[in-house]
């Protein structure tokens, strides 16, 4: 094995390491969804993910999540919340404010119409 | 001056309905008058009225989103406002339209970059044929390199435009942490661009033949994915046709009587207490009360049923059914998102939208998929690249770009909702209402079915059966006698007898007197005679003996009868007898059912004999009789306990047991069943306890909703064992693991062309449930 063998292989497990690390490991910062005139507000961008991803809000108050696509990419041009059973069209650069209640304690996932991004509700 | 309505409105913030007479104020905002009910709802609508300024005429907007974006849209794709006000809108189709356009555009767009790239694709393709035979090779040799860089500069417009949008997402997704097909693709195409990109441009940096270039690869598997797309994002839009048609069922305007006028208007603008005139071969705006005239009604738009019913005044009509035959007036008395169409369709969609179990495997798979095919790739380039044979690097570079383009999340993603989609959708047609997921799975899954006796199996009301007189009277003469005598009764009974005699045309005057006998019948005076209708209890009271009729009586209560005494004059007339019949349909669709290999068993609360006859007719073996209302739900309990311990024992078969009853007296027995299925007429529909609602009223939908539950669970699996299998297989043999064995390695192009078809075919194959047709249930029972 020569030296540009061992920096090829080396590297083909420092990029599987840090596959790993990036995809899996990362741990996404939860945001907390202010309160408004009693109902719970947060506004959520749609391009390549949900950003923020991970929120936390107050269960047994209305919770209103204001999806805005921002990306032309067709992926995440619909929203899921499947324990709710919400489905909505977003179409780009336009607000799309859904409103469910969060009755128990508990995570809800909310996901784009393929289950590629991926997001949930913290309820405390 | 326009005011937003005639007589009661809508309060534009909170919803509520608001007398103008006594609205706590009002506010006028581009010529139309707004009421609210306090004065909390003015002072908000007043900061900022263009927010709900048209939600009472029935254009409603939703809530307004804080600081993100400058545009509103509604929530739903098929025009569901977001808004939680009671005033919500009709369920227009403007968002649907407002998407099918956009989809229309992009669907051109892609084809649009498909065709680019085919045509560079097929250029490039053609460049680099020349390398590959020997004797072009060979006089182009000196070309070499100027070919891979006329190549590089000719395929970098289709990387940059039509395979634009997989490195944007790509790049959008690196930044969030996330993953999708997007990545892969480019991961895909930008290394094999790159590479012979460098290939071209310094071949001095690669050992002897290991300078291959695969610009080819990267523009036609760009084509076929784009091409692949669009072909999905066209029978995407099929697969949610149902609710589309629902949508387009509704009347579109509405003729309403305001202030003796007629007025044509749309019928967003129909409100409360409107009084509708329907013309024949008009559709009917919106639910109400017929006021005045009569027709028939098909009403098959909510219950799946054909037959038009006959409407008198008094009767509901259902909004969106068809008026056939005459013209009535109608009391509006749901309009927008309360009518009975509108909560079909919430309920479908939130049907289409949940999860049964079954996919939730699939969302802990897709979570991890599309880092574990990296992580693949990058296995798989370093295998050829240390043990592959001569020359390594271009063997490394072909599979694993092989294995980042085979690979289909999409394909795993999409399995489960899409068929969902279309089989909630194909029960709401035949009035079928599914409520979620788990229910679909768990109905396609029953083992026992337990049907409620009364108003499920029978009609639910008392029906004049047989009239069995002396030869004193004739049968008609002892029917009118006893009819009149009962004529001012109220008992469910005697008005079966009315009735029934009303139906063979026997005319009746008043009973001369009239006393009814609780638990007992009646004594009328009737033609100058004492007539008594009752129980054996009124003839032995007044010493009637009734002996001639005592194996008639017992004979007609073996048939699940009611028998009743006539005596005139005191003596023994005849024997009336009265039964809630069973529906015309309930033998066959009990019958299919059986076919199924279900176990039917009916729930009653009468006495056993009349349950027994009722279920010899039914053709069902196993009967609960004499259970409380209350006890229903323990015997449901009692039955799954038998089932799950039957289970345990030989380790097969099915556990769960459905209940079919009225959604509500039989409400906690639907609620412990592991399907409940609410029979509902008409516009009764979105039974809160039940996870089935038979809007038709028939027992075939109980048939329909298993038999389509069966189909669209096998049409997930199908899906399902498709996506898996074509990744677990598609993957290695990308990753060159025929090639030890038969010296085979997939092209990459092939690669992209298979990951194309998968999506496809997994969205085809859902869309043939949209042609699923029960079994006619003559045939099933045959």
Redo the contacts between chains.
Sequence with gaps: MNATDIIVNVSGLVIIAWIVWYFWLWQRESVTAQTNDGIQAIDVIVKGGYQPSSIRVKSGQRVRLNFMRREASTCGEEVLIPDFGKRAYLPENLNVPIEIMLEKPGEYEFTCGMNMYRGKLIAE | METATLSKTIDPVCGMEVDPTTAAGYSDYEDVRYYFCSPACKQKFDTAPQNYADVSSGHGR????????????????FGRS?S?HGSGPQIGPD?AE??QA?QAM?YRTMMRKFGFAAVIGVLVLLLMLVELIPSLREATMQWHQTIGIVAAILTFPVLAWSGS?FF???????????????TLVALGTGAAWLYSTLVAVAPGLFPAGTAGMYFDVAVIVIALIVLG?ALE?RAKGRSSAAIQKLLELQAKTARVIRQGKEIDIPVEEVIVGDTVLVRPGEKIAVDGVILEGESAIDESVVTGESVPVDKKPGDTVIGASMNKTGAFTFRAMRVGKDTALARIVEMV???????PPIGRL??VI???F??SV??VA??T??AW??FGPAPALNFAIVTMVAVLVIAC??A???AT?ISLMVGVGKAAEHGVLIR?GEALETASRLATIVLDKTGTITKGRPELTDVLSLPTFSANELLNLAAIADKRSEHPLALAIVQGARTRGIKMEEPESFNAIPGHGVEAMVDKKRVLVGNRKLMQRENIVMAAFEADASRLADEGKTPMFVAVDNQPAGIIAVADTIKDDSVKAVRALQRMGIEVVMITGDNERTAQAIARQAGIERVLAEVLPEEKAHEIKNLQVARGSEQASNGRGMTFVGMVGDGINDAPALAQADVGFAIGTGADVAIEAADVTLVGGSLHGVVYAIEISRGTLRNIKQNLFGAFIYNVVGIPIAAGALYPLFGMLLSPIIAGAAMAASSITVVTNANRLRSFEPQPVEKASA
């Design positions: 939703g809530s307004t989103g804080e600081g993100i974006g400058s545009r509103n849209a509604v929530e739903n794709v977001a939680h968002v407002s998407r956009s992009e949008q944007v997402g790509a790049w959008n997704n690196f930044r969030n942490h996330n993953t999708n097909m997007d797309q994002l969609q939130q049907a289409q939208n949940s999860k699939v969302d897709s979570s991890y599309v880092p990296m992580i990058v296995i380039f370093l690249f240390n999340p999409c795993l993603g999409l909702p979620n």
